[in-house]
Every structure is written in C-alpha cells, then in structure tokens.
C-alpha cells in the first residue's frame, strides 16, 4: 500500500490547536521536585557525535513540565510563537516571564530552553519575507524576544512554491538571524556562557526546500518532520511516521532527500511523534480507505484540562482491542468495530516502534531526535529516553 497523495499535510499547530485546552494558569510557575534534573550523560553516536534528545513543548500544556523528566532533555523549545502577516509576532504566550521557571530547571542539569517561531501559510511568507521593511521589524523582534532563550527554532513549513524574490528574502533573514543569536550568548549559568543557536524545522514531501547550502552552513540543527506520512485528512489509514515501507514518505527517504541537500549527518535530528490518528475506514484491512477526516489521539491519558478535545490515548484503546503491526513498516496500529458496526483503525507509535527508529539514528551517525509533542505519552517512553539517551 501507498501513502495517499490528497493534498498538503496538515500543519503541525494546526491539529494540535484543535485539541488544546486554554487552561488558566493555577498558582505561579515554580520548580518542583518533580521535575528535577539529572546529570547529563549521552549515549555515544557514531564518529563521536553524542546524541541529543530535544522535545517540543507545547504552550497549552502550562505547568504540565513540572511532571515530567525533563532532565532526560538536552533541548526544550516551547512551541509556538506564531509570525503575522506584518512580520509582527502574534501570542508571545508569555514569554518569557512564564518560562523562566523551566529554563531555570532545564539548565540546572545542563539543559537550553529555545522559543519556537511558526509560519506555514505561503501568502504570508511572501508578505513578510517579500518585504526589506517587514523582514528588519521582524529580525529585531525575534533578537529581542531571544535575549532569555538559548537559542531560536524557525518552523516554517510551506507545502506551495513560492517567489525566488520572497526566498531570497527569506535566505537573508535567516544569515542575518544566525548571526545575530551567535554573536550572543545563552542564559546558561556559569563562567563560559554558550552561545545562541539557530535551528530549523525541515517538513517532508514540502515542494520547496527553504534552505540552501550558503545558509545551511549558518544553520546548527535541522529538525527533520519524521510524522504525518498519513494525517487527520489522509484518504487511506496508516502509519504516521514510517521508518520503511513502500510509502511516499519514510525515514528512509526523508534521509536520502537531506542529505542529497547537502546538510551533514550530525545536523540533522529527527522528530519522535507521542500522537497518533484514528480513522473511520471501510474495513479493517491496513490502509484501508478512510470515511471521513481522522481525529488525534495522544500515546498517553492526558489531563482533560490541558487537552479537551483529546480524549483518546493509543494504550487505553489497545488494552481494549488487542495490538497490531504493520510488518512494512513497523508501526503499530489497533482495530475495532465501533457501536455503529463501522470499522475503526487507529495508528500511532509505541516502544517497539520507537527504539527501531532511535537504532536508525545511531546506526546513520544522526545527531539525535526530538519528541512531538513532549507529554502526550504521560511519562511511559521515560525509560526508552533513559537508556537511549543517558546510557542507563
């Protein structure tokens, strides 16, 4: 079976900002005890490259960080602020007063904390980054807004081709940032500060490739998207993040296409997808037709006031049906007729599944990967991070 080719993917803050909750902030934003930090040690990688686990971390899950073994983290980016159509940036999401805590138990056990930027519609690419004046008002804004960060994470994922003008535009900002964010230095404590990052998202199966080799050098990390090879509006069921198999987009073949780019191996991290998709399908045959838009399901129960509109978790549903995996790729999915006698497929990501992809890191010389979005499976991947990345 294939990957369906119905259109551009949904974008990452799109499905995610429907299942979020705006939950009002409890209490002030303090360290607890459980969120304590661990001394950091790394699994070796290839050519003596450590390997770095990074995350994702989403604003709408508030103070759920103080749950979390957020010391297994070499990198944490609270996803999002959005970019306007005047390269004004939107929801700050109270950055950085509301974060502070976090980086503060983030860098105690030698950790960064970096600030996410989002832009995924091409109409404001070409506003923002088609304009000299827009892209300078931006540039500062962003300069200004990393002065507590340890570095920048651009997620700009445009699935339409775009002006050479409006790239070129783009190409500039990005040198001028990079520049910028390495002339500084990072809130980390002590005597020899590190300096700024720069990194980027790199989507799959996007008709452009934003990033050419004079910027790539500028460039840090690459998180490459790793998920959604199926999505919420896919016409056919399956695997969100295939490591192999004969679909259009794999980790295979994401491999392939950036490096034929020209980014090195130890720039490039792959994402770790903790949600899933379920489907309405014709039957209960992998990859049969789906009935309708798919809905998200997180790997773990998450608390109602963070995500409403998610109720479903991967491990609730296979304790209930039974597991399956798709031999081709991996991947595990479940399958059950529903009240109304109509065939269901949910697919998502499980230990097995993820230990395969992480021995594709370090079999491949990557430079590590990045959970999306950290928290959704409830803590029960810890111990995987725990060995994979901290050697115990």
Not at 65 to 80: A, C, K, N, P, T
Not at 116 to 125: C, M, N
Not at 201 to 222: C, K, N, S, T
């Amino acid at each position: 079976m294939t990957a369906d080719a119905a259109g551009p993917r949904l974008d990452r803050r799109r499905w995610l900002q429907r299942g979020c909750g705006l939950w009002p902030l409890s209490g002030g934003w303090c360290w607890s005890s459980g969120a304590a930090a661990t001394p950091r040690r790394h699994a070796p990688a290839h050519a003596g490259v450590d390997l770095q686990l990074w995350g994702y971390y989403p604003w709408w899950m508030r103070e759920d960080w103080r749950r979390r073994r957020i010391g297994l983290y070499d990198r944490l980016s609270v996803f999002e602020i959005e970019i306007g159509d005047d390269g004004q940036l939107l929801d700050t999401q109270g950055w950085p007063v509301r974060w502070q805590p976090l980086g503060a138990a983030l860098r105690a056990g030698g950790g960064r904390l970096d600030v996410t930027l989002f832009l995924a519609q091409a109409e404001r690419f070409e506003r923002v980054f088609g304009s000299a004046e827009r892209r300078e008002h931006l540039l500062a804004q962003v300069l200004a807004l990393s002065s507590p960060a340890d570095g920048v994470n651009l997620d700009v994922e445009i699935y339409t081709p775009l002006t050479a003008a409006a790239r070129r535009g783009y190409m500039a900002f990005c040198t001028a940032l990079a520049a910028g964010l390495h002339g500084q230095r990072g809130g980390a404590s002590g005597a020899h500060p590190r300096a700024k990052s720069l990194s980027v998202f790199g989507v799959m199966g996007a008709a452009v490739d934003l990033y050419e080799r004079p910027v790539q050098a500028l460039i840090d990390h690459v998180v490459v998207q790793g998920y959604d090879a199926h999505h919420a509006d896919s016409r056919r069921a399956g695997p969100v993040a295939p490591l192999r198999g004969p679909y259009t987009l794999t980790w295979e073949r994401a491999l392939r296409h950036y490096l034929a780019l020209g980014w090195p191996r130890h720039k490039l991290l792959f994402g770790l997808p903790f949600y899933g998709y379920e489907w309405a399908t014709e039957s209960a045959t992998p990859g049969a037709a789906t009935l309708g838009q798919g809905r998200q399901i997180s790997y773990g129960a998450v608390d109602e006031r963070l995500l409403p509109q998610i109720r479903v978790n991967a491990r609730a549903e296979v304790q209930r049906h039974g597991l399956r995996r798709d031999a081709a790729s991996g991947s595990p999915y479940y399958v059950y007729r529903d009240d109304g006698g109509h065939w269901r497929q949910g697919w998502f990501e499980d230990e097995t599944s993820l230990a395969a992809k992480l021995d594709f890191v370090r079999d491949e010389g990557l430079g590590g990967a990045a959970v999306f979005p950290v928290g959704y499976d409830d803590g029960a991947f810890d111990a995987l991070l725990q060995r994979r990345f901290r050697g115990s």
